[in-house]
Structures are given as structure tokens and as C-alpha cells.
């Protein structure tokens, strides 16, 4: 019986022989023909690193700039077959640097063939991909020691990596871990035993690929229809189309949508071919309800008997992949299926050390490391732990400013901390208390560089709104340090914690009807894009201190730019901290507004102009 197609990737360190060992896999399961052998031939002569011998990296390093450089950039996926199985292989890169795009290939892969230089060892990056692949669901490994050849097939050079491998990933999640010593470059164990390595008495990678059991048996698991988009060609037919992410589905069954738990009967499976009677995963389908209930993309549908867990919280691991270093308390978008929500990372319970397993402490997370973290969403979501399920129990986190994947994430558990608290429904609300004060609420959030004079221009606008009987708060920052945040320094995670935390107590202020005034350097674009988020629109106004550096500097009415350019101070914006400039300040107070009376009347006319104060 044939068996099902095997997804695998090949993965490890730079220089390993990944693309080598596709490459030769291909040649010798006669898949490339003769013209492309002979355009193989003029390449190698051109790019390849093998001298005189074909290179047979090239094959699948096809962006030019792969071939120029001898490396594996992005993911290159090929398709082969034997008479025994089908393949689809992801060539993974090995640089560090691309460490995400490897992630991306392991994702949705059965097995991983971990490539480790004989010369070289176990190297950093090897034990990097050993956890992802571990993290991301991969039970079945390869650990194929190359390069054989370059060590004169030595069984103890083979044998010492073995053991390393096995005492390093004791803690890692793998059902098999299969060794072989191979050449890629020199077809030894590739595809048939070699004479070479006559001590080794186990299957060539081949032989072992084509009869490797990694069935998952996702139709066994619980019913699991994520919602892709909704299939409307007309005003007569209304269904829910997706892939069957697991479990099976029948005409006639009862399914529930998880986040609003509403339920109905499946009264039609559509297909391109025609309706079905029941499908499985991982089949692609168009569900039609028997019944009228609210569904839409991003939902999951899911046995009445058997739900997804739906919270706002959960505990996961991250893979970190962004140049910018993670920032608790930060709001990205997290995307989980098609459901996607702001959301924040509330805590770093640790940092991996991936060669040693250890978990340290951390307040951040930089490129490629991986940390467990818990985070906190806007709203409930549905999803299983990744651990049940690969599919629905898997997310990335997005930057709001550069819209960049930052992470992926694999879920563990929903975080039931605050299963016991309720918004409680408030007899007056925010337009009440308006009307009481006669005002509008609004936040009036003043930045710019230390010195810039923004603490100055906000006193003299709440000196100039109480004697307009208005209602106000102010909320220094440097007075907020004194109390409420005085546990924070002035890291760049301590400075977004800083700023999270006043724009909820601003927030708070803006319920009472309060116009708060908020004088902050906060020098971080995102920070002050999630307070005006916080809020509706209108209720936040960005007002930017446009002062020189060179101005706040001669000023220093406190003396920190003379102690930071002295290297008593670190992290000091202006000098070693970059500020982020607003791109579009609902209003810019600069030079021609020389002193804070000018400066406060242009902010009282912008409140007249847009009524304020005109509140019955």
C-alpha cells in the first residue's frame, strides 16, 4: 500500500549541506532530466563551492542572490516521488538571520531531517532548530551527520554527535530521533548503502523516508472548521467556507460557533464537485446551516460536546522574530486563523537557553530567541492548546507600525486569573458625568524632548481651563514616577510599561469627565498610537513640543542633559535614545510659539473651535 505524502524539512546550521542533500535526493530518485542536468553542469561551473564536482545546492537555491552568496535565504520547496511515497520538501535556511523563514517551514511539516556537520558539531543553531522544530509539533527527527566523508567515515566522530544530540534533546518533545552518517556531496547513505560506513547497520535516509509513520490522524481529533470567509454568490445561498482543520463532519450534525455558542445542524457540505455527505479533515468544504445564526471569518465551529477553550488570556511560546526587541505591555495585532485582535504581552515567565534548556529570567525577547510569555487580548478568541492542535492552537503577532510579523506563537493553556472579575454595569457613565461638568472629556497628551517645555504649557492650560470652571487632572510624568510608577526605570521596556500604565489611568480620568493633561517625553510612536486606541475618537489629542535639541539642551532646567552627555545618565532621550517624532500632531507647538502663553492659547482656540466646553 502507498503511503500518504510525507511533509519534511531539512534544517540545521549554515554550511550544513541542506540544499546539497535535496539536491542529490532529486538526482538520484531520476527526477531531473538531461537538459537540466546540463544547465546544472554550466552552473555549477559558474556558482558552485564543489570545485569541479556538481554542485548540487544549486538545484534549489534558486534566487540569484542564494547563488552569488552559496546560501539558503528563503524557503525553497520541492515535490519528488519513488514508487513507494510522495514528497514535499522545505529547503530551510540556516543563518540565524532567517531563522523566521525556517520557522515557517517547519510549521506545517510531519518530520525534520537536522542536518549537523561532522567537523563542526552540534553548534548553536543546531539546537536552535532542534526547539523550534520540537516547539512546533515536529515528533519525528533525522539527525543526519554530513559531511562523513571529511572525516574519513570515523564511527567515533559519528557516534560523539549522536550522544550529544540525544543528552541535549532528552527534554524535547520528539516520539523518534533516527541517526544516519551520510555525504551528501558524495552520495554516501543518500539513497543506498554505502560501502564506506559498512559499521552503520541502519537504513540509508532514502529507504528510511519512504517508509517513515508520522500519520497524525487529524480526522481522530475533535471537529475543529475555522471560518475562512463567507461563501455569498447570491441572496439564496449563504455557507461558511474553510478547511476542516481537524476531526470529521457529517449532513445532519450539530455543530456550535465557539465564541458565541450559538447552535445549528449542518445542512449542506458544498463542494466544487458537488455536496457530500461528510467530510474530513484536512478536506476544504463550504458548510450551509440549517438555521439563520451569526457566523463570519475568523470564527471556529466546533462539536457542541467537545469546544475550543475561548479567553482573553493564555499562556504560549514565542518565537521571536522581529529586529525590534519585544516590549511588554506593547499592543500588537494577534492572528490566530482568520480571527484577528490587539493584543499584549502581559508577562515573560522565561527565556530559553536553547543549548542548555535552562529558562532565564527576562524582561525582553530579541531576534530568534524564544520565551514563554503570557498575553492578554482585547476580546475572547477561541483556540485549543497547540499541543491538541497544530492548526487552531497557532498564531503570529503583527507590528501595529510596520505591520511585520514580530512572533510566532504556540499556545499551552487559557489563563483563568480573572475568571472571577466582571465589568460591573455603572448606574452614570461618561456622557453623564459630561453633562454634569459641562465639557467634553478629552486627553490632551503633551510630548517632545526633556526640556522641551511641555510640563510649562500644560500648567498654564489647566491654570487657564479652571478659570474657565473646567474640570481637569494633571498627570506629570514625572510626578507619576513618584507613586504609581516608581517601581519602573527608564529601559525601553520600563518607558512602554511607563506609558501603558498612565493611559489606563487617563482613560480613567476621561470616564470621570475630566480633561486630563498628560506632559510625557513618550519618545515611542506605538506607545502613543495605543493610548489614542484606548479611547474614542476625538477623546485624544496628540500635542507635539517641537523644541530643538540643541534648545532643551542650553535650557536643562533639571540637569539631566548635562549629567547624560557626562555618562552619568543612560538611556537618555536625546542623547543615547532615539525619540520617535509624532508623523501627524493634531497639534505642533514650535517655534512660533515662542513662550507658553502663545503656546496655551493655540491649544484653548483648537478645544473653542471644536466645542469643548459647549456641553448642555
Not at 283 to 290: G, P, Q, Y
Request: with cysteine; glycine share 6%.
Amino acid at each position: 500500500m502507498r503511503l500518504p505524502t510525507l511533509r519534511f524539512l531539512t534544517c540545521g546550521s549554515v554550511d550544513d549541506g541542506k540544499s546539497t542533500l535535496i539536491g542529490r535526493l532529486l538526482c538520484e530518485s531520476s527526477l531531473i532530466l538531461d537538459d537540466q542536468l546540463a544547465s546544472l553542469e554550466r552552473d555549477s561551473r559558474k556558482f558552485g563551492t564543489t570545485g569541479a564536482d556538481i554542485d548540487f545546492a544549486l538545484l534549489v537555491d534558486g534566487l540569484e542572490a542564494e547563488r552569488e552568496q552559496g546560501i539558503t535565504i528563503d524557503v525553497a520547496y520541492r515535490y519528488f516521488s519513488t514508487p513507494n511515497r510522495a514528497f514535499i520538501v522545505a529547503d530551510c535556511p540556516g543563518h540565524e538571520q532567517y531563522t523566521r523563514n525556517m520557522a515557517t517551514g517547519a510549521s506545517n511539516c510531519d518530520l525534520a531531517i537536522l542536518l549537523v556537520d561532522a567537523r563542526k558539531g552540534l553548534l548553536v543553531q543546531t539546537h536552535r532548530h532542534a526547539n523550534i522544530v520540537s516547539l512546533l509539533g515536529v515528533r519525528h527527527v533525522v539527525l543526519a551527520v554530513n559531511k562523513m566523508d571529511l572525516v574519513d567515515y570515523d564511527q567515533r566522530v559519528f557516534a560523539r554527535i549522536v550522544a550529544e544530540f540525544q543528552a541535549a534533546s532528552a527534554t524535547l518533545k520528539f516520539k523518534t530521533v533516527t541517526p544516519i552518517p551520510l555525504s551528501a556531496r558524495r552520495g554516501d547513505n543518500v539513497s543506498s548503502p554505502s560501502a564506506n560506513m559498512a559499521w552503520h547497520k541502519g537504513a540509508d535516509l532514502l529507504s528510511f523516508l519512504e517508509t517513515a509513520d508520522v500519520e497524525d490522524a487529524k480526522a481522530e481529533r475533535a471537529f475543529r472548521f475555522p471560518v475562512q470567509w463567507v461563501n455569498r454568490p447570491d441572496l439564496d445561498f449563504r455557507g461558511m467556507a474553510g478547511t476542516l482543520a481537524s476531526g470529521r463532519i457529517a449532513r445532519g450534525d450539530e455543530i456550535v460557533v465557539a465564541a458565541s455558542g450559538k447552535k445549528t445542524r449542518v445542512a449542506r457540505i458544498v463542494t466544487m464537485d458537488g455536496d457530500l455527505d461528510h467530510a474530513e479533515a484536512p478536506e476544504s468544504v463550504t458548510l450551509v446551516f440549517a438555521d439563520e445564526i451569526d457566523a463570519s471569518r475568523g470564527d471556529l465551529l466546533c462539536d457542541p460536546l467537545n469546544r475550543p477553550e475561548v479567553a482573553d488570556q493564555f499562556a504560549a511560546h514565542l518565537i521571536w522574530m522581529s529586529e525590534e526587541q519585544l516590549y511588554p505591555g506593547r499592543s500588537y495585532l494577534l492572528k490566530c486563523g482568520g480571527n484577528v485582535a490587539p493584543a499584549s504581552v502581559t508577562e515573560i515567565k522565561h527565556r530559553l537557553d536553547v543549548e542548555t534548556q535552562a529558562h532565564n529570567d527576562a524582561k525582553t525577547l530579541h531576534l530568534n530567541e524564544i520565551g514563554l510569555c503570557n498575553l492578554a487580548l482585547s476580546r475572547p478568541i477561541a483556540f485549543d492548546a497547540y499541543a491538541d492542535n497544530r492548526v487552531t492552537g497557532a498564531f503570529i503577532l503583527i507590528d501595529r507600525a510596520t505591520n511585520g510579523v514580530a512572533a510566532a506563537g504556540v499556545i499551552d493553556f487559557a489563563l483563568r486569573r480573572a475568571s472571577n472579575v466582571h465589568r460591573q454595569p455603572l448606574t452614570l457613565d461618561k456622557a453623564k458625568r459630561s453633562i454634569l461638568k459641562h465639557q467634553k472629556p478629552v486627553i490632551l497628551w503633551f510630548t517632545g524632548l526633556s526640556g522641551a517645555g511641555k510640563s510649562t504649557i500644560a500648567n498654564v492650560v489647566e491654570a487657564r481651563l479652571l478659570q474657565r470652571r473646567a474640570h481637569t487632572i494633571l498627570l506629570d510624568g514625572d510626578n507619576v514616577r513618584q507613586g504609581l510608577n516608581k517601581d519602573l526605570g527608564f529601559t525601553e521596556v520600563d518607558r512602554v510599561e511607563n506609558i501603558r500604565r498612565i493611559g489606563e489611568v487617563a482613560k480613567l480620568m476621561l470616564e470621570a469627565g475630566l480633561v486630563a493633561l498628560c506632559p510625557l517625553i513618550s519618545p515611542f510612536a506605538a506607545e502613543r498610537r495605543m493610548v489614542r486606541g484606548l479611547v474614542e475618537s476625538g477623546e485624544f489629542i496628540e500635542i507635539f513640543v517641537d523644541t530643538p535639541l540643541e534648545i532643551c539642551i542650553a535650557r536643562d532646567p533639571k540637569g539631566l542633559y548635562k549629567k547624560a552627555l557626562a555618562g552619568q545618565i543612560k538611556n537618555f532621550t536625546g542623547v543615547d535614545k532615539a525619540y520617535e517624532r509624532p508623523e501627524a500632531p493634531d497639534i505642533t507647538i514650535g517655534a512660533d510659539c515662542p513662550d507658553p502663553e502663545r503656546a496655551a492659547d493655540r491649544i484653548i482656540a483648537y478645544l473653542d473651535a471644536r466645542g469643548y466646553f459647549a456641553v448642555d
